[in-house]
């Protein structure tokens, strides 16, 4: 995908493509920051900062692992400026709805779960598995993270053993 | 874990509730007033610098008041140097280029987590030098004139608001060292 160089339509395919991404930086500010009002400031940011870095895409890498690149950067950006959530504050994020039906009361339950284990990973393995959770192979990954396929690999594996024992230890 | 163990977490993970469409039109005009809030700053701590440096000038030729003197003389060394060294670190994190891969931002990062470290050291230890020096010339001015309770109460809330600034310099460098140690990790 290339950006026009009339200003109008580069604008529109700006927002057209920060729209298109939007859930996906929702869930990646959500894997960086467990408390709510900090993490909505965070997806704000990465928006903004996509938007404005999308001028200077030219093709140099595809536009997936451009923005990626541009929220994962953010993200550090965030955890550098704001002092991260305690251990006490992640417990308190397990959301507690009477309101919902009992299925999507559970689905619920487990995504923040899943949420609060991920914000728990040390934040190399973090950021492998949040590409990873997003469905990118390990090449994709790597362009990201600018890992060579086997380092991603190895960091992977530690990840999801990481993560395993993180939710396993969240169900007792 | 397997890898039907990591498929069904992706799809957890990617089965969050829809969130209503970003208001970019409202994320831009924020930008643009904290871009202008910071301006606005930048121009403040100059003037301060400026005026204090001013104040400790026109002190130091009236010659006088060897304590206001002193005052003067950390708080304007102590800004000067606080004030380049966090617009160096603002134009380090401008020219961050947020397309890099994150093997080539993390350095710079946690080189701007380290000018950070390195600033709430040095007014920590400008700030101990300081107190140091002023409860010398308290005692020496104890010891030397008779009459010195009028301006006790004066030296004594100095001092408590050094240690209170110890304290908070302190509190500042630990938060940023715990963040330098997220990430290294």
Same mark, same amino acid.
């Given at each position: 995908?290339? *950006?026009?160089?009339?200003?109008?339509?580069?604008?529109?395919?700006?927002?057209?493509?920060?729209?298109?991404?939007?859930?996906?930086?929702?869930? +990646?500010?959500?894997?960086?920051? @467990?408390?709510?009002?900090?993490?909505?400031?965070? @997806?704000?940011?990465? +928006?903004? $900062?996509?938007?404005?870095?999308?001028?200077? *895409?030219?093709?140099?890498?595809?536009?997936?692992?451009?923005?990626?690149?541009?929220?994962?950067?953010? +993200?550090?950006?965030?955890?550098?400026?704001?002092?991260?959530?305690?251990?006490?504050?992640?417990?308190? /994020?397990?959301?507690?709805?009477?309101?919902?039906?009992?299925?999507?009361?559970?689905? @619920?339950?487990?995504?923040?779960?899943?949420?609060? @284990?991920?914000?728990?990973?040390?934040?190399?393995?973090?950021?492998?598995?949040?590409?990873?959770?997003?469905?990118?192979?390990?090449? /994709?990954?790597?362009?990201?993270?600018?890992?060579?396929?086997?380092?991603? +690999?190895?960091?992977?594996?530690?990840?999801?053993?990481?993560?395993?024992?993180?939710?396993?230890? $969240? /169900?007792? | 874990?397997?890898?039907? %163990?990591?498929?069904?977490?992706?799809?957890? &993970?990617?089965?969050?509730?829809?969130?209503? !469409?970003? =208001?970019?039109?409202?994320?831009?005009?924020?930008?643009?007033?904290?871009?202008?809030?910071?301006?606005?700053?930048?121009?403040?701590?100059?003037?301060?610098?400026?005026?204090?440096?001013?104040? #400790?000038?026109?002190?130091?030729? !009236?010659?006088?008041?060897?304590?206001?003197?002193?005052? #003067?003389?950390?708080?304007?060394? &102590?800004?000067?140097?606080?004030?380049?060294?966090?617009?160096?670190?603002?134009?380090?994190?401008?020219?961050?280029?947020?397309?890099?891969?994150?093997?080539?931002?993390?350095? %710079?990062?946690?080189?701007?987590?380290?000018? %950070?470290?390195?600033?709430?050291?040095?007014?920590?230890? =400008?700030? #101990?030098?300081?107190?140091?020096?002023?409860?010398?010339?308290?005692?020496?001015?104890?010891?030397?004139?008779?009459?010195?309770? !009028?301006?006790?109460?004066?030296?004594?809330?100095?001092?408590?608001?050094?240690?209170? =600034?110890?304290?908070?310099?302190?509190?500042?460098?630990?938060? !940023? %060292?715990?963040?330098?140690?997220? #990430?290294?990790?």
């Amino acid at each position: 995908m290339q *950006f026009g160089d009339n200003k109008d339509m580069l604008n529109d395919q700006r927002e057209q493509t920060v729209q298109q991404y939007w859930s996906r930086i929702l869930r +990646a500010a959500s894997g960086y920051e @467990a408390r709510p009002a900090m993490r909505d400031e965070l @997806a704000q940011d990465m +928006a903004l $900062a996509v938007w404005r870095s999308l001028s200077g *895409f030219g093709g140099q890498c595809s536009l997936n692992t451009y923005i990626y690149r541009v929220i994962h950067n953010v +993200a550090v950006d965030h955890i550098r400026r704001h002092s991260r959530a305690t251990e006490c504050e992640l417990a308190d /994020e397990i959301v507690d709805d009477n309101n919902s039906p009992e299925g999507d009361l559970i689905q @619920a339950r487990r995504q923040q779960k899943l949420i609060i @284990a991920v914000n728990r990973l040390p934040l190399s393995l973090r950021q492998v598995m949040l590409l990873k959770l997003e469905d990118l192979n390990n090449t /994709e990954i790597g362009d990201v993270l600018g890992l060579s396929d086997s380092n991603v +690999a190895v960091r992977l594996n530690r990840a999801k053993q990481k993560l395993s024992d993180l939710l396993a230890g $969240a /169900e007792q | 874990m397997k890898k039907d %163990e990591l498929t069904g977490l992706s799809e957890l &993970w990617q089965s969050a509730p829809e969130k209503p !469409a970003i =208001a970019l039109d409202k994320l831009k005009s924020r930008h643009k007033k904290q871009f202008w809030l910071m301006m606005f700053n930048i121009v403040v701590e100059t003037l301060l610098v400026m005026a204090v440096g001013y104040l #400790l000038i026109t002190t130091l030729r !009236a010659g006088d008041n060897l304590m206001q003197s002193l005052w #003067l003389g950390f708080a304007f060394i &102590w800004s000067s140097v606080t004030y380049l060294l966090i617009n160096r670190s603002r134009l380090h994190s401008f020219r961050l280029l947020r397309n890099k891969t994150l093997a080539e931002s993390m350095p %710079e990062h946690i080189s701007l987590i380290k000018q %950070e470290i390195l600033r709430w050291q040095l007014s920590w230890t =400008a700030t #101990l030098i300081f107190t140091l020096v002023l409860m010398f010339y308290f005692t020496v001015d104890y010891l030397v004139k008779d009459d010195i309770g !009028a301006y006790m109460y004066r030296y004594l809330l100095a001092v408590v608001i050094l240690l209170l =600034a110890l304290l908070f310099f302190r509190h500042k460098k630990r938060t !940023a %060292e715990k963040i330098l140690k997220s #990430l290294s990790e």
